[in-house]
Structures are given as structure tokens and as C-alpha cells.
T-cell receptor, first 118, second 115 residues
Framework: AQSVTQLGSHVSVSEGALVLLRCNYS??????LFWYVQYPNQGLQLLLK??????LVKGINGFEAEFKKSETSFHLTKPSAHMSDAAEYFC????????????????FGKGTKLSVKP | KAGVTQTPRYLIKTRGQQVTLSCSPI?????VSWYQQTPGQGLQFLFE???????NKGNFPGRFSGRQFSNSRSEMNVSTLELGDSALYLC??????????????FGPGTRLTVL
């Protein structure tokens, strides 16, 4: 069964500093991977997704993530943090069910809350 | 294009009652999925509906049920509410269902509090 582990439930960075949010996945077959962001009292917004095309995926708001099969990782980065980036970030993998085909539903990590200090 | 809408946004119920939540997907989207978000368990998949049929189901008790109408709008129902059902319930829509990797677009959620 697939699973997602996000290292660090809270990450704090200074404005202008590099943002690095870690995500490791467990999957017996090539996965489909996603990063979502959730602002307070709002739903989830897709930042980017990996579906076996380019391993470096660029998303919205300057975020990008690199799929590394050897490390089973899909870390999210942004070169320079803005105050508006403060939110909770979720890594997710598409559930492959029992037969290796995508079921479509998402399996989420526990989330990482990002704080940005002025 | 309007996003996914959920009503109501906030709901307070007491134990033993039942509740119905509503979700209107993005126009043209035929799949609706429901997720429960709690501080302890995080985000968990409840079920997915596509063309009025339940396509996939998560590991939740039978008290949780849903349906989808011909216009793709969906409702989920929770009967005999328990304190542990307090959560943010998120609805997500996408163009197609099943094995497709179409992006899921989430609504703002319904915050259910059970007293």
C-alpha cells in the first residue's frame, strides 16, 4: 500500500530564505505525487503534480519539486520565502489500490505548517 | 469558472443526530470525492462518486454515506453522530473519475462540530 511521510510538522524560515519541505513516499510502482497548500479556513489548492513526465516539476507561486526515485522523495522547494507563503502544505500520492492502477483518491501526509518570519 | 462550493460552511450538531452536507462541483466535472480532515488523523478519503455511482470507498463505518445527482452535485450524510465525527469535511471534484489522474479541485470545506 502507498504511504506518504512528511518530515517536520512545523518549519519556520525567514522571509527571503529558502523553503524546503520534505516528503517521502512508499510505493511499489511509479507513483503519481502531488503537493497541496491549505490556507487557514480554506480548502486545498494544488501547487504541482508529478505524473511520470519530467522529474523536476514547476508549480504555482514559485514552488517546484523534484522526483527522486532512488531516494523515494518528492521534496518541495522555493528559493525565496514570502510572508504570504505561511500555510500548511500537504504531500499526497495517488492510491494505486490492489491492482496497481490508480484509484484516483489521494493518500495524504500529515502536513507541514510553514511559518515565515519577517 | 466558479470553483467547488460546499454548504453549509459551519454546522453544529449534537451526538446521535444526523447531518447532510452538500457539494457542487466545478461545471463539467463529473467526479466528486469526499475527505475528512481532523487534527489527529489528518486527511482521509471517504468515498468517490462518478456518474451517480459510488466508485471507490475509504475505510469508514456505514454511518457515512453519500450520493450523487444527475447534475453531479453530491451530498454526504452522517447518521448517529459521534463526538469523533467533528472535522472539516472537504469535497473535491475532477473531470473524470476512477483511474484518471485529473487534478482534484477542493472546496472550502464544511466545519462540523458535534457536541
Amino acid at each position: 500500500a502507498q504511504s506518504v511521510t512528511q518530515l517536520g510538522s512545523h518549519v519556520s524560515v525567514s522571509e527571503g530564505a529558502l523553503v524546503l519541505l520534505r516528503c517521502n513516499y512508499s510505493s511499489s510502482v511509479p507513483p503519481y505525487l502531488f503537493w497541496y497548500v491549505q490556507y487557514p479556513n480554506q480548502g486545498l489548492q494544488l501547487l504541482l503534480k508529478y505524473t511520470s513526465a519530467a522529474t523536476l516539476v514547476k508549480g504555482i507561486n514559485g514552488f517546484e519539486a523534484e522526483f527522486k526515485k532512488s531516494e523515494t522523495s518528492f521534496h518541495l522547494t522555493k528559493p525565496s520565502a514570502h510572508m504570504s507563503d505561511a500555510a500548511e502544505y500537504f504531500c499526497a500520492v495517488s492510491d494505486l489500490g490492489n491492482y496497481g492502477g490508480s484509484q484516483g483518491n489521494l493518500i495524504f501526509g500529515k502536513g507541514t505548517k510553514l511559518s515565515v518570519k519577517p | 469558472k466558479a470553483g467547488v462550493t460546499q454548504t453549509p460552511r459551519y454546522l453544529i450538531k449534537t451526538r446521535g443526530q444526523q447531518v447532510t452536507l452538500s457539494c457542487s462541483p466545478i461545471s463539467g466535472h463529473r467526479s466528486v470525492s469526499w475527505y475528512q480532515q481532523t487534527p489527529g488523523q489528518g486527511l482521509q478519503f471517504l468515498f468517490e462518486y462518478f456518474s451517480e455511482t459510488q466508485r471507490n470507498k475509504g475505510n469508514f463505518p456505514g454511518r457515512f454515506s453519500g450520493r450523487q445527482f444527475s447534475n453531479s452535485r453530491s451530498e454526504m450524510n452522517v447518521s448517529t453522530l459521534e463526538l469523533g465525527d467533528s472535522a472539516l469535511y472537504l469535497c473535491a471534484s475532477r473531470k473524470t473519475g476512477g483511474s484518471s489522474t485529473d487534478t482534484q479541485y477542493f472546496g472550502p470545506g464544511t466545519r462540523l462540530t458535534v457536541l
